[in-house]
């Protein structure tokens, strides 16, 4: 008896061990699911809350279809977050970053450190814009000379259609943007070599309403961003060029400017994500199909060659000589 007892306890033994073992590896099975549920809620959730709040985006409205597609295409990755964007013009937008009433301002126009001074202004360099002339679509014309846009809108010895050949009998309305406009400044300094335009300028600056007021008035002449264009306007070379990025690249067409993305260098995350998404691969491409230059079309990363000179890592951002001094000289006369 006492031999079968041994035996029945070991039998119990024997059979016990790989029950309890099963039961360990349910446990850390179970342990293991419940681990990998956690990471997954966490994830996102962590994400979720990286780059959930708001940006207030505003100025140039030569960048602003891209910012504004951009803003858009971020929120459906991002429900979290919320982006709003506004025109104003370049000037606009650089005060309210400085004031603080936005978050991000976009401008054609590098930021004059006389006028905003704080060291923490950050340039980011997006994109380039060319501008190009638009013309009412009946005046029978395919390029003037920077001679004649001169006359046109600084001199005032041009005032009719017929004055320049194949023109027609048709006065000429220039039409002026506001003084907020980056756009107009950088016509003035590489088309009207540092000139002032004549009329009446438009009281808000944008770029829609100059393309309506051009092709719903005989004899008009303005400017825009090239992304800007519509069939309702004609668009015309300048010396018979036209906006590319070889003519841009080579000197031949020099109406264009970088675009910015000016911060006051306290980035948080929902921003910097942004200004990334902005340079992304994903955006350049949307920027190539807006009519932009993209940032590897200008080769703007030559400006990394400069020695002793800071560049901000994160975005394409540029300190304001250091870019200028490689690609295009600029002055905040």
Partial sequence: MQLNVHANRRKRKTCTLPQAVARGIIRFALLLCFAALLTGCTGPGQQAQQFDGQLKISGSTALQPLVTAAAQKFMSLHPESHITVSGGGSKTGLLNVFQKKSDIGDSDLYADPAIYPDPNMTDHIICVTPFVMIIHPDINITSLSKEQILDIFSTGTITNWNQIKAGMDQPIHPIIRPPTSGTRDTFRKYILGGGDEIGTPLKVDDTQQVVNTVATTPGAIGYIALSALKPTVKAIAIDNVQPTATTIGNGKYNFWSYEHMYTLGDNTPLMSEFL???????????????????????????????????????????????????????SYA
């Fill in 276 to 330: 990334n998404f902005m340079t992304s691969a994903t955006m350049q491409q949307e920027s190539h199909q807006l009519s932009y230059i993209t940032i590897d079309e200008m080769n703007l990363n030559k400006a990394e060659s400069l020695p002793g000179k800071p560049v901000h890592q994160g975005t394409l951002a540029f300190s304001s000589f250091h870019e200028s001094e490689v690609s295009r000289r600029e």
